[in-house]
């Protein structure tokens, strides 16, 4: 197995069937969370190719788009990394990254089996705040036609995958549902300091929007 050719191959793989998608789960997602990625292993003692598998597989089949069977991206990653000869135990790794790294709610925990996907769940978890953060989120409730916002529609807290995925508030309740309690699920300490940076960007638009909602500013 070669490893550089195997990484190519994925990427290749990935970008063509990700390329245009208009969610912000597009390619450009999974490119950054390799960077992200590859820049946060330099902080960790992990293995680095486990790391980039797991980052260009880790959304191969996300549950919003493939009505909820969980085992359709770990069973079309290993059939994509065994047309490539990957080692079984890279394959076994890299699953368990795609079953493990989703945010599922706010009272769900999502522990990650080993210290490569906490690696990739830190570097997917940093693209979902900050600018980027607010920028994805804005592109998805635009493709699922939600409102920006509705000040009448409090945010809830979701005690279960189940009643997550059920919700379909408006785009602010997201930040409370989700992404504001990013912060204080990182993995690595460089994740939680790049994360913290990303949450303060994010309160900072967060005031600026209520504000201008009401004409102020
Ligand atoms: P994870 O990366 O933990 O699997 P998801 O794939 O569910 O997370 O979500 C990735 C991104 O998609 C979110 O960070 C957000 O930008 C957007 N998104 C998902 N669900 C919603 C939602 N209900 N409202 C707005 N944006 C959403
Ligand atoms: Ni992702």
Redesign the pocket.
């Known amino acids: 197995m070669d490893k550089e050719k195997v990484l190519a191959a994925v990427q290749r793989y990935i970008k063509n069937k990700f390329e245009g998608e208009g969610?912000?789960?597009d390619w450009w997602?999974i490119y950054r969370v390799l960077k992200s990625s590859e820049q946060i292993a330099e902080h960790e003692d992990v293995d680095l190719f486990t790391v980039q598998l797991g980052a260009l597989l880790?959304?191969i089949a996300?549950?919003?788009f493939v009505n909820g069977d969980e085992e359709v991206g770990p069973r079309k990653a290993t059939e994509l990394m065994e047309s490539l000869e990957v080692d079984a135990l890279y394959i076994s790794k890299v699953c368990d990254i795609i079953r493990e790294?989703?945010?599922?709610g706010a009272g769900v925990k999502?522990p990650m089996s080993t210290k490569e996907g906490e690696v990739v769940?830190d570097a997917?978890?940093l693209?979902?705040?900050g600018a980027i953060?607010i920028a994805?989120?804005?592109?998805?409730?635009g493709n699922?036609n939600?409102e920006i916002y509705n000040p009448d529609l409090a945010p809830e807290e979701h005690n279960s995958f189940e009643a997550y995925k059920k919700?379909?508030?408006h785009?602010i309740?997201?930040f409370y549902?989700?992404?504001l309690l990013l912060k204080d699920r990182m993995n690595t300490s460089y994740g939680k300091k790049l994360a913290q940076e990303r949450h303060e960007y994010m309160e900072g638009f967060l005031s600026r929007f209520y504000s201008e909602w009401e004409g102020k500013l």
């Open positions: 969610s912000g789960h997602h880790h959304d996300d549950w919003k790294i989703s945010f599922k999502t769940q997917d978890r693209d979902a705040i953060g994805r989120t804005f592109a998805y409730g699922r939600r919700n379909e508030g785009t309740n997201h549902e989700k992404l």
